[in-house]
């Protein structure tokens, strides 16, 4: 429940949140489900597969060549996100 609050209302996110609760305290006895339920509904809502498709291949094939470290690991770790 803590983390549905801090979806911004008016949106989207605010409303999936909105309808996720609903369902949450509109079950006998109230249940909000596991952590790993709600990231698995959320990622489906909110990351496309081709997304993650592409953010995986970007991983595989990033090269540093002549990059800093932390800028080519910045760009490394925003896909792994």
């Known amino acids: 429940m803590a983390t ?3 979806f911004k209302m008016g949106t ?3 409303d999936w949140a909105s309808n996720h609760l609903a ?3 509109g ?3 109230i249940t909000y489900g596991t952590w ?3 990231k ?3 990622k489906e809502q909110f990351i496309p597969p081709q997304t993650q498709i592409e953010s995986i291949q970007k991983i595989h ?3 540093m060549g002549n990059r800093e470290f932390n800028e080519w690991y910045q760009d490394w770790s925003m896909h792994a996100r």
Do not use: I
């Open 4 to 6: 549905l609050t801090h």
């Open 12 to 14: 989207s996110a605010g």
């Open 23 to 25: 369902t949450a305290l």
């Open 27 to 29: 079950a006998t006895p």
């Open 36 to 38: 790993a339920n709600f």
């Open 40 to 42: 698995t509904k959320f």
């Open 61 to 63: 094939n990033l090269l």
